[in-house]
């Protein structure tokens, strides 16, 4: 029986018609011309796009586009909430099909059913995810076509959160987050920087589009993945461990190597929890991210990643911090006594995953950062913490490796050492990437 269109669907498909880059119409976005160069990848991908409450659901319009520009077909179920910040006919019109919106539509149901909605995609992206989203999917709600719909895909999710940095540090969506990435969620974002309601600013913004769709594009390309189905744990960035409310222990790590690895592991097809320190360098798209601040919150954070096939410890952990953290502000003494300032070891973040065999990965390997003795140090250390590789790199102030591009490691195993070239710190990732998945493939 021919089904009877809404007129609203019919706009629908006209908007489409004119928006669509492969209809003809060139468009011209972030200064590409993409007529004609679909990749051959998005060939046929089916992206279901759920659209949740938030403010950042205006930009799930230009994500739409985007994923459209590059090839890839997208379906959208949007939230009741999503509805007041954006329309189902403005989505409909950029997807160039129906929105669905309702579980316990006759007529959705009739269609095409969400077991099938679900079932029918290569990818499911949520954007944007807002905190009672994140928290329905965590607890396995099923109550609304979203929640239905999640529940039931067997397709990979990408969550794109977004909500007021008030609630992502909010200990619930720090629990739910965990659970997710357990579950095999992956999240592209939140990225810090000023907010849409209220130029707040603090972590909690939505990833842009473009960060999106690189998420999506890292999933689903078919190149070579070669640690796809392997979860990878990195640590990255300094610690920073408190003596009193304003000042803290720290250390000159930017991050940069170890953020490099965990998107050089993404791109790899691995699912990566990147445990981070205080940086500035922006959380790599595609990684789930958890923040951290000092060693032992690290430390927690590792332990709750776990299991991972791969432990990549490249956080410069702080080796003490204060022995007793101040609750005010120290104060200068009239007499000038300086006060005294107690340390106490850090735990060894590396040290307690290696040798442990219930909780060891299959490769743990961790970094020797030194400024002498560079390889009796690393092999101190591969003994001493139960690595199976060291990347000693030598940071002293002349090699500029601290916060500087490039990098130059000697990997430091039972089989030897192996000196690698000064390049970058991203092509130390790829290298390193490529021996972990070799090494792994031949286990
Ligand atoms: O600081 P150290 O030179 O001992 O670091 C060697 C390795 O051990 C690095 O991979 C570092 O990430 C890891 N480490 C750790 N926890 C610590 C100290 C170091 O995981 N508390």
């Given at each position: 029986m021919a089904k009877q269109k809404k007129p609203s669907l019919n706009l629908a498909e006209a908007a489409s018609a004119i928006m669509d880059p492969v209809g003809g119409i060139e468009l011209d976005t972030d200064g590409l011309r993409h007529r004609g160069t679909r990749s051959a990848m998005a060939e046929q991908k089916t992206i279901l796009l759920v659209i949740s409450g938030g403010i950042a659901a205006y930009k799930a319009l230009d994500l739409v586009r985007r994923l459209r520009e590059r090839g890839f077909a997208v379906k959208a179920v949007m939230t009741k909430a999503a509805e007041a910040f954006v329309t189902p006919l403005s989505v409909g019109a950029i997807t160039g099909g129906r929105v669905h919106t309702d579980l316990l539509s006759r007529e959705d149901e009739a269609d095409i059913g969400h077991i099938r909605l679900a079932r029918g995609a290569d990818l499911v992206v949520i954007a944007p995810a807002t905190a009672d989203l994140l928290a329905r999917m965590a607890g396995g709600h099923a109550d609304d076509l979203a929640t239905a719909v999640l529940l039931a895909t067997n397709a990979p999710v990408l969550a794109a959160p977004a909500m007021n940095p008030a609630m992502w540090a909010h200990p619930a969506t720090r629990r739910n987050v965990a659970q997710l990435a357990k579950d095999g969620v992956r999240f592209v974002g939140r990225n810090a920087g000023e907010r849409a309601e209220s130029g707040e600013a603090g972590p909690g913004r939505m990833a842009e589009p473009l960060e999106i769709v690189a998420a999506v594009e890292a999933i689903l390309s078919p190149a070579a993945r070669p640690l796809s189905g392997r979860h990878v744990v990195v640590t990255s960035g300094p610690t920073h461990e408190p003596i009193d409310p304003v000042r803290y222990i720290a250390n000159r790590s930017s991050g940069k190597q170890g953020h490099a690895i965990a998107a050089a592991a993404a791109a790899a097809g691995a699912r990566v929890t990147l445990v981070s320190g205080p940086v500035s360098v922006p959380d790599p798209a595609g990684v789930t991210v958890v923040h951290v601040e000092t060693a032992r919150e690290m430390l927690a954070a590792v332990a709750a990643a776990l299991p991972a096939d791969v432990a990549i410890m490249a956080a410069a952990v702080a080796d003490w911090r204060a022995a007793e953290e101040q609750a005010s502000k120290i104060k200068k003494q009239p007499s000038g006594a300086v006060p005294p300032l107690a340390l106490v070891e850090n735990p060894d973040i590396l040290a307690t995953v290696g040798p442990d065999p219930a909780r060891r990965p299959a490769l743990g390997v961790g970094f020797a950062a030194e400024t002498a003795n560079l390889l009796k140090n690393a092999e101190t250390k591969l003994a001493a913490k139960g690595a199976d590789w060291i990347l000693a790199n030598d940071v002293s102030p002349?090699?500029?490796?601290?916060?500087?591009d490039d990098n130059t490691i000697h990997l430091v195993s039972r089989a030897g050492v192996e000196d690698w070239p000064t390049m970058t710190k991203q092509a130390v990732a790829e290298r390193l990437v490529a021996r972990i998945a070799a090494t792994l493939a031949e286990r």
């Open positions: 002349a090699t500029g490796v601290m916060g500087g």
